[in-house]
């Protein structure tokens, strides 16, 4: 009954469609009216329409009619061979496809070399604060994303998620590595492939009896939802660095942020919902990803696989325990109330005293520690932590499902 009236309230206002574009709240939606500006994407300009009822049309139908060409075993085939930016598209893909990605691939007219030469040093220098956060801030974070836990894990790779946060874990990797966008980089690559697993997603879920039973949306993947995800990653990661005081010059954050405008772009998303500037996306973050934040089932079992991803590498240092403090210190006591994870008498009063010490020494700005064990243990988490989350992006290849989670 629950769900089947969440679900009907959203039919029932199916006109909501139309109501939203015309920035008219529903009660469902009330607490989140899209009023941010297209004047502050990088397009500068936009119809300013709630990306909630947007999507990635020329992908969607072109991905649904390869799908039900039955074509995907073969374009996966293919597509494991293209690997590299400035690589041909393998011969024999369906013309119509072969078309879209030509097009797909090719970087926005103000993409900035400069920039993505600065964002190498960035990466360079705050590797390891990077591993950490995109794993254990944006990656535990998605698990309180209720439409995107559901999307996750009703779909075919919810079913092996071990998997999934190795394909995941590759754009957390590419978008790191110094050739990034570079013609002998791979990251246009992961998000080209990427924008093409959200199309067929957004065509297979549909399908599915178990998500839509729970859903409230009828196709998964908005835009406004793909904005909520991009905020989980670099607005998240940029604010963590700012509140631990990490110094970082200021073309070095303007690099970083040029880094992910890229690859939203490059994703499908429209520049007129990509913010040109950290307090844009702050703004917009306010507005579309903390009011969404909540438990659902899904989720909390798609946390606790994360949370057991360190044990099998190292029992002591990355233990479930210590990994699970270090997500209530960094995503606060409701949303580890939400996940279900335990307090811990040693580890919470710890991280709660000594972590931004730490971080003042590491970077300099505080004389060698007065606690020196618990800085060489927090080094050595920083340094297992971030090589645990990007190891899981072994050599792997994302491919387009072509069916859901089988239960
Ligand atoms: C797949 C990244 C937004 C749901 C993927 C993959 C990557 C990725 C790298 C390929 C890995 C794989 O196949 O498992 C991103 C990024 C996003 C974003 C960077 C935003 C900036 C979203 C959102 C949702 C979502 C908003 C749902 C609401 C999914 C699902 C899959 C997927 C269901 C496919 C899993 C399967 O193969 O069954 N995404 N994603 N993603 N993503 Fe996203």
């Given at each position: 009954?629950?769900?089947l009236?969440r679900?009907?309230?959203?039919k029932?206002?199916g006109?909501l469609g ?14 989140s ?10 397009a ?5 329409l709630?990306?909630?009822w ?26 494991r061979?293209w ?8 011969a024999g893909l369906?013309?119509?496809?072969r ?10 007219s ?22 950490l956060l995109y ?16 999307a996750v ?10 998997d ?5 874990a ?5 978008i790191m590595s ?12 992961t ?18 009896p178990y ?10 993947i ?8 991009w905020h989980?990653?670099p ?27 890229l690859?939203?772009h490059?994703l499908?998303?429209?520049d ?10 702050n ?6 990803l903390n ?8 989720g909390i ?14 029992g002591?240092?990355l233990?479930?325990?210590?990994l ?13 109330a939400w ?10 009063p710890?991280?709660?005293?000594s972590?931004?010490p730490?971080?003042?020494?590491r970077?300099?700005?505080l ?13 050595e ?10 190891s899981e992006?072994?050599?792997?290849s994302?491919?387009i ?7």
């Open positions: 009954m629950g769900k009236s679900r009907n309230m959203l029932a206002g006109a139309a109501l939203g574009a015309l920035g008219v709240a529903s009660p469902a939606q009330a607490h009216l899209w009023t941010w500006s297209p004047q502050g994407s990088v500068g300009a936009g119809a300013g709630d990306p909630r947007v999507w990635d049309e020329e992908a969607d139908s072109l991905v649904a009619s390869v799908i039900d060409r039955g074509e995907v075993p073969r374009v996966n085939e293919l597509l061979t690997t590299k930016n400035g690589q041909p598209l393998p369906p013309a119509d496809l078309d879209f990605m030509e097009r797909a691939r090719q970087l926005p103000w993409t900035d070399q400069r920039k993505l030469a600065t964002v190498v040093e960035f990466n360079q220098k705050r590797g390891l604060y990077l591993g794993g254990l801030a944006s990656g535990m974070m998605s698990t309180v994303i209720p439409k995107e836990a559901l894990y009703y779909s075919q790779g919810g079913a092996d998620m071990k999934r946060i190795s394909k995941t590759k754009l957390g990797y590419d110094q050739t990034a966008y570079q013609p002998d980089g791979e990251m246009i690559v998000c080209v492939k990427t924008r093409l697993v959200h199309a067929a997603v957004r065509h297979l879920l549909p399908q599915s998500w839509s039973e729970v859903a409230e949306e009828e196709i998964p908005s835009q406004r939802d793909m904005m909520v995800t989980s990653l607005t998240t990661v940029m604010q963590k660095l700012t509140t631990w005081k990490v110094p970082i010059p200021a073309a070095e954050s303007a690099a970083f942020l040029h880094s992910w405008q690859c939203a490059m499908g998303i429209k007129e919902y990509i913010p040109a500037s950290w307090t844009e996306a703004t917009q973050a306010g507005q579309v009011p969404v934040l909540a438990p659902t089932a899904e079992k798609l946390a606790d696989i994360l949370l057991n991803l360190g044990s099998s590498v190292d002591a240092i233990s479930k325990p210590v699970g403090a270090f997500t209530r210190f960094m995503l606060g006591d409701e949303i580890a996940l279900k994870i335990p307090r811990e008498p040693v580890w919470d710890l991280l709660k005293v972590w931004k730490f971080i003042a020494v970077e300099g700005l004389p060698f520690p007065l606690a020196p064990e618990a800085y060489w243990l927090f080094d988490f920083l340094r297992k932590a971030a090589l645990l989350f990007l992006a072994r050599p792997i994302i491919e499902p072509d069916s859901n989670r089988p239960s």
